[in-house]
């Protein structure tokens, strides 16, 4: 299956620790096409977070198997990009604005106009091409995550991981950096893993919605949305497709919550 | 009318620059002024065998360091308090980083640092000066011996503290070990580093000092000594004015880079404080 971009195989992560054993994650498998916009939406410490850094490579888990492009995923795979929550946290404030964008491409074979010319490019894309002297922290929380948006497009990455990359931002620049997501999957045709846990975004920004349980985490539905790929903040919210697939994806999450849902015994 | 308003305003806010760097020299220096006047008078009306008004220390101030003896004593000092200072950085540093960056050494060594940080290093010139001999290096070795502690345990604390979603970014982007230190480990140490060196530059000085107490035959601290056993009181307070003088400079130096090294967190203070 050439397809087949991220492949993720009964995945387990326990923690130990001297108070005890604590099950993350239980048994995840899913699978990830190229080119697709997929949104992971669970309730509140159902192990999101612990997922994400697994398929990043930052994390061992406990078993299980996690395939980029058929590699296995033992440590940071060159090929993918992340994007944090705490942007504050993952820009270097040392740095301007540029030279964090910049900075992944150092080690690359590029050559240094061909870096320059990418460096543009992805500031452009996300409207910053006039802050590129400016420091990370003269910018707001809006603007700072469009910088590591930036660093991410400029990396050229085969997967962008986003690790519920708006829940520090006001309301209105949460709309507006979701269509520039939405805008960077259509035009650029990037692969987008997107972690939330804002169930009107997932099905907003996603092709498909997988809906975590909480923990022991495993997968409680992996959801198509058939919504227009052309999406609009208010035209596409009003449509009553996607009041219904919100209204779906609640109450799944409730279900998890409570507990409800039963694990499909393998 | 705004545009009339405005040249209009120009050159007052000039003039009120300029207002604001005399206010700024004339608050620097006010101070100490006072205090030579307040001494002068004090001199005048109650007269001491060993504290002579300023017009006798300058005099001797004058006399003692202008001429052959900046040559003879003090830039010999000088040179080892620098080559000391820069030492104790460049050592400090590099060792922390590594200390800092691999958490089986830090376990293993840092009880031992905070001992060998908790004994005075006056205790130690008699005893360098026997092993090594009195000869410049050995004085740079009892300066870097004192100085390279605040350095080395702060730039330690300050590489362990690096925020972790900086240092997974790093991991994630698949930074090079070297870019990593360069862009990553030592900008975000470097407020600590920084604190750590303005600690050294005083320990520095005061065993420049000390170190050419011991069997020495030039230097500043010799001279003082020498001074101090010859009853010469004048040029004794003298050479104590130009110590004091050294450690003016020396924070100046200081001051200078570390608004440029730490920039970036003077700005984000400022923005927080906002």
Excluded at chain 1, 18 to 25: D, L, R
Excluded at chain 1, 59 to 75: F, K, N, Y
Excluded at chain 1, 122 to 129: P, T
Excluded at chain 1, 190 to 219: A, C, N, Q
Aim: proline share 6%.
């Amino acid at each position: 299956m050439p397809d087949t971009l991220l492949e993720v195989e009964n995945l387990k992560k326990v923690y130990e620790s001297s108070t005890g054993v604590v099950e993350a994650i239980g048994d995840i498998s899913f699978t990830m096409r190229r080119g697709e916009l997929v949104c992971i939406v669970g309730p509140s410490g159902c192990g999101k977070t612990t997922l994400l850094k697994c398929i990043a490579g930052l994390l061992a888990p406990t078993s299980g198997r996690i395939e980029l492009d058929g590699v296995g995923v033992t440590s940071p795979p060159p090929s993918m990009a992340l994007v944090f929550q705490e942007y504050g946290r993952s820009l270097y404030p040392w740095l301007t604005v540029r030279a964090n964008v910049e900075l992944p491409l150092r080690h690359t074979a590029l050559a240094k106009d061909d870096r320059a010319r990418l460096v543009d490019d992805a500031l452009r894309a996300v409207g910053l091409d006039h802050a590129a002297g400016s420091y990370p922290w003269q910018l707001s929380g809006g603007m700072q995550q469009r910088v590591a948006i930036a660093r991410a497009v400029a990396y050229q990455p085969e997967v962008l991981i986003m690790d519920e990359p708006f829940a520090a931002v006001d309301a209105q620049t949460r709309a507006d950096l979701e269509d520039l997501v939405r805008t960077l999957h259509r035009e650029r045709g990037m692969s987008i893993l997107f972690v939330t846990h804002d169930i009107d975004e997932s099905v907003y920004l996603g092709e498909r919605v997988i809906v975590l349980s909480k923990s022991p985490t495993w997968v409680q539905e992996d959801l198509p949305i058939d919504l227009a790929p052309e999406r609009d903040q208010i035209a596409t919210r009003a449509l009553p497709r996607f009041t219904e697939l919100r209204t779906h994806v609640y109450e799944q999450i409730q279900r998890a919550k409570r507990g409800e849902a039963v694990r499909p015994s393998a | 009318m705004t545009a009339a308003i405005r040249t209009a305003a120009t050159p007052r806010r000039v003039a009120a620059g300029w207002r604001r760097v005399l206010e700024s020299i004339w608050f620097a220096v006010g101070f100490p002024l006072l205090l030579l006047v307040v001494w002068g008078i004090w001199a005048t009306v109650a007269p001491q065998k060993f504290f002579p008004d300023p017009v006798t220390i300058i005099r001797a101030f004058v006399d003692t360091w202008i001429g052959p003896a900046f040559v003879e004593d003090v830039l010999p000092s000088l040179a080892r308090l620098g080559v000391g200072i820069v030492l104790s950085i460049v050592v400090g540093v590099a060792a922390g980083t590594v200390i800092g960056l691999v958490r089986w050494m830090r376990e293993l060594l840092e009880p031992t640092l905070e001992f060998f940080r908790a004994i005075p290093p006056p205790v130690l010139v008699p005893i360098l000066m026997l092993i090594f001999g009195p000869q410049d290096a050995t004085r740079v070795l009892v300066i870097v011996a004192g100085a390279v502690w605040p350095v080395l345990l702060n730039t330690i604390e300050g590489v362990r503290s690096t925020d972790s979603v900086m240092t997974e970014t790093a991991r994630s982007y698949a930074l090079t070990f070297g870019e990593r230190i360069r862009f990553l480990v030592l900008p975000a140490a470097s407020p600590r580093i920084m604190a750590g060196v303005r600690q050294s530059l005083s320990v520095a000085l005061i065993l420049m000092v000390i170190s050419e107490m011991f069997n020495n035959s030039e230097g500043l601290g010799y001279r003082i000594t020498y001074f101090q056993t010859n009853y010469l009181i004048a040029q004794m307070w003298s050479g104590i004015l130009l110590l004091g003088l050294v450690g003016v400079l020396l924070a100046a130096i200081f001051g200078f880079v570390e608004r440029r090294v730490l920039a970036w967190y003077h700005g984000i203070k400022e923005v927080e404080r906002a």
